[in-house]
């Protein structure tokens, strides 16, 4: 699938949450609707995906750390960016403009660069009671990020059905035919 020219490239960034192991159906999804996919982990996620899957499946390395200075950027740049699933964890750490993983870097540098950004959270009510996580989204819907609106699962409950078809109805938003 890879180096198709003409084709629009889509960053898929994945975090460590207990579904991260599905994504290869958003990939799937996005190669139908004709999208070239790079994946970008973050260091914790990486132990969450099967990094050989998901490289043949896209036919890019998978990203989860800098490259050297000199080094050629291994994807090119991306028209959107989807975040799945996403962390409480690197949703706080965005918001707050930290840049402690390759994957936060790209997505605190893609509000700069005006690249649309959709976000799928995966996280419990637990987590989504801390007073820091409402403040993060506000900020994120501020700066344009489009952010699926479901409820948290109760703490322990596997995070029921995950709607990975969200990220095409949101970057519809953006993109408008
Ligand atoms: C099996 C397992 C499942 C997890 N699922 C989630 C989850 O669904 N959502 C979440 O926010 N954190 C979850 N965590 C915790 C994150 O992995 C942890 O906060 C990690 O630091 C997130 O790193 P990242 O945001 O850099 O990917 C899970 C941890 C484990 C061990």
Not at 42 to 64: C, H, K, M, N, V
Request: glycine share 10%; with cysteine.
């Amino acid at each position: 699938m890879a180096d198709q020219p003409g084709r629009p490239f889509l960053y898929v960034v994945v975090c460590a949450a207990g579904n991260a192991g599905d994504v290869g159906e958003l990939i799937t999804a996005a190669q139908r609707r004709a999208w070239e996919v790079g994946v970008i982990a973050t260091p914790q996620g990486l132990g969450f995906i099967d990094q050989l899957a998901i490289e043949a499946q896209t036919g890019y390395p998978i990203r989860s750390a800098w490259r050297r200075p000199g080094e050629p950027r291994p994807l090119p740049p991306a028209d959107a960016i989807v975040v799945a699933p996403a962390t409480f964890n690197t949703i706080n750490k965005w918001a707050a403009g930290i840049s402690d993983t390759l994957a936060l870097g790209i997505l605190c540098e893609a509000y700069g660069s005006g690249v649309p950004v959709v976000v799928l959270p995966h996280l419990n009510e637990a987590q989504a009671a801390h007073p820091a996580y409402s403040q993060s989204l506000q900020r994120l819907r501020d700066m344009g990020v489009l952010i699926d609106d479901r409820q948290p699962s109760p703490p322990n409950a596997g995070g029921g059905a995950f709607h990975w078809e969200r990220a095409w109805e949101l970057l519809a938003t953006a993109f408008p035919r």
